[in-house]
């Protein structure tokens, strides 16, 4: 009996490898995939209803930088009764209580400060002691251009505790009164400060208890460079009370005022300012009626991030412009590479969102002018986003350090504008061209070439395998677009790792209209029929050949790492499962060898 043990002891020990390498084959899989589709992150601000960012899962808040205006101008600290000859306008609505003031008549009560006017960058502050949360308007006046008329121009910054939010106005007799940009949401307790800070360059900042909240841009009212008096401004306040009214002139920002014009591109200037923003559904469920995400981001190089969340449903978003293109995407979503990446607040409020990419729960980390944070990202975390406030279109500035992306890409496939155009007809009709890739690499996107000046219907386009010289398999595929003239790139879903060799580039139109660049008499293209929707796992069975060559062409960011036991992708589970079966089999033969030497040596002593 002693002599089966070597051969027992061997069939434990390959059965203990085989289960080991299992369990680290299952944890690589599930902790791996998103890093090798390489998805980035989100932040704006997360709500629980969703704009442009998802729920955060923590919510972490850097120390504010606090900024405070020059000196009390009047902190009301004397017998209750009237203001006092220092104050203009409609006094009679006000009176001291207790050294605070109170507005004591309805309707619009607006006062200014006479002793003198302030220079061409002015800050007015107001201490909100006791707050009425049904008072319709609290409001800071900036650069009134006199204190005679009974509504003389001016901006006004109020804040409305009822709808809580803060708007930001100008007033001219023939411009009348213009909101200038939108609302920002927030809220006041008793004992806040609120203030504002109108600039020379007609930029006015947004202060609750010094720390900026937003900016709005009052560069259309025809005064935003003038000097002014400051003031208050109230309507329908209830029980209000306020105190130690402050301000004066000030050149001083709390953070350098970002140089105009705005500098978008983050590998170009530092600081850099962001881009108002749109995520549109992308997806084929996404009703007609579906409303955008608003915001603003930092867009980076399109090789370097992605321009969708690759999230599901209705929250399956791509980025793009406000204003401008509205079709050419931004691409924010920062791949891992931000890792370690210094964002520093310069102006507005920044929020730093760090995720898994298509995750429904990440990190928010909110920043205010004069913070900064550095990114450090969690397993499975794998990108970044930058972004403003949810549907605050309004520009925010941050200086960037250690946020180098990767090398530059490298594309396979036909760059070059085909002089031919296509006649149209391609609709439901999936087309894959030949192309080669000459080294390993991991592609991203795919870009085309549309001809139509203004096109309609969407475009799939997706990568297959070879097979005998013909498309086989789908590799990779992105979501659903409309396209615009010109080059359109988009991201795949999901970043396959190439080896050299023969691949096929395609793509699927929604209808007969698109039209694209191409030229006959060469290439090698094949088509098949398939009803537009996600692109088919096995390309259409009887496709066609065509001698024909489309602008089309893939983009390899870097090269794939080397696979290991801890770091499988999703398309090395195949092979991870044949080398278990090797094993098996290798076992299992091994285990016959030693049970026939152990029964030779046996048999001497029957």
């Not at 939108?182 to 208890?209: C, L, M, W």
């Amino acid at each position: 009996m002693s002599k089966r043990y070597p051969a027992i002891i061997v069939i434990l020990l390959l059965l203990a490898v085989i289960i080991s390498l299992s369990t680290v084959d299952a944890a690589a899989i599930g902790s791996n995939q998103a890093a090798w589709d390489y998805i980035p992150s989100a932040p704006p601000t997360a709500t629980p209803t969703f704009t442009s960012t998802p729920i955060p899962a923590t919510v972490r808040s850097a120390a504010p930088s606090l900024w405070m205006p020059p000196g009390v101008l009047d902190n009301f600290n004397r017998p209750d009764g009237a203001l006092g000859g220092d104050w203009s306008g409609s006094t009679a609505g006000y009176e001291i209580t207790s050294s605070r003031i109170r507005v004591i008549s309805s309707g619009e009560q607006d006062i200014y400060w006479n002793v003198s006017p302030f220079g061409v960058g002015q800050v007015v502050t107001i201490t909100l002691s006791a707050i009425d949360n049904t008072a319709s308007e609290i409001g800071l006046i900036l650069k009134a251009q006199n204190i005679v008329d009974d509504q003389p121009p001016m901006i006004n910054v109020l804040y409305s505790p009822a709808a809580g939010y803060i708007q930001v106005w100008t007033y001219t007799q023939s411009q009348g009164w213009l909101q200038r940009g939108p609302e920002i949401t927030t809220s006041f307790s008793n004992g806040d400060q609120f203030g504002a800070h109108a600039r020379a360059n007609g930029q006015v900042e947004v202060y609750k208890n010094g720390v900026s909240i937003g900016w709005r841009d009052v560069t259309g009212w025809p005064y935003y460079s003038f000097d002014g008096y400051i003031g208050l401004f109230n309507i329908d306040v209830g029980s209000t009370n306020l105190d130690d009214f402050s301000g004066g002139t000030t050149d001083n920002a709390p953070t350098p005022t970002p140089p105009p014009p705005p500098c978008t591109n983050p590998l170009a200037c530092n600081p850099v300012s962001s881009i108002s923003a749109r995520w549109r559904c992308n997806t084929l469920d996404c009703p007609p009626n579906t409303s955008d995400w608003t915001g603003a981001v930092i867009a980076w190089p399109w090789y370097t991030a992605f321009e969708s969340n690759n999230r599901v449903n209705l929250n399956s978003r791509t980025i793009f412009p406000h204003a401008g293109n509205p079709d050419t995407p931004l691409y924010a979503y920062m791949k891992n590479w931000a890792d370690g990446c210094q964002i520093t607040a310069v102006s507005g409020t920044v929020v730093v969102i760090e995720w898994q990419r298509g995750s429904e729960i990440w990190d928010t980390t909110t920043l205010q002018p004069g913070d900064t944070y550095t990114v450090s990202l969690a397993s499975p975390q794998n990108g970044v986003l930058i972004e403003g406030l949810d549907e605050v279109l309004d520009e925010f500035w941050v200086s960037l350090s250690n946020c180098t992306p990767g090398s530059s890409p490298r594309s396979f496939g036909e760059t070059d504008i085909m002089q031919g155009t296509s006649p149209g007809g391609h609709g439901n009709l999936l087309h894959a061209q030949q192309t080669s890739l000459g080294g390993a690499g991991a592609v991203q996107s795919i870009s085309i070439y549309v001809e139509n000046q203004t096109p309609s219907g969407q475009l799939r386009l997706g990568i297959y395998d070879d097979n005998g010289g013909q498309p086989d398999t789908l590799l990779a595929e992105t979501a659903p677009f409309t396209p615009t003239h010109g080059w359109n790139t988009r991201d795949l879903l999901t970043r396959p790792d190439l080896v050299e060799g023969t691949y096929w580039l395609a793509f699927v139109p929604e209808n007969n209209s698109l039209r694209f660049a191409r030229v006959a008499g060469t290439g090698v293209n094949w088509r098949g029929a398939h009803t537009f929707a996600a692109l088919p796992s096995s390309f259409p069975t009887s496709p066609v050949s065509q001698t024909v060559k489309f602008s089309i062409f893939a983009t390899i960011v870097e090269d794939p790492t080397a696979v290991s036991l801890e770091s499988l992708n999703s398309r090395s589970v195949p092979t991870f499962f044949f080398l278990v079966v090797v094993i098996m089999l290798l076992s299992i033969f091994v285990t016959t060898l030693l049970l026939i030497f152990a029964r030779r040596q046996r048999q001497p002593n029957r």
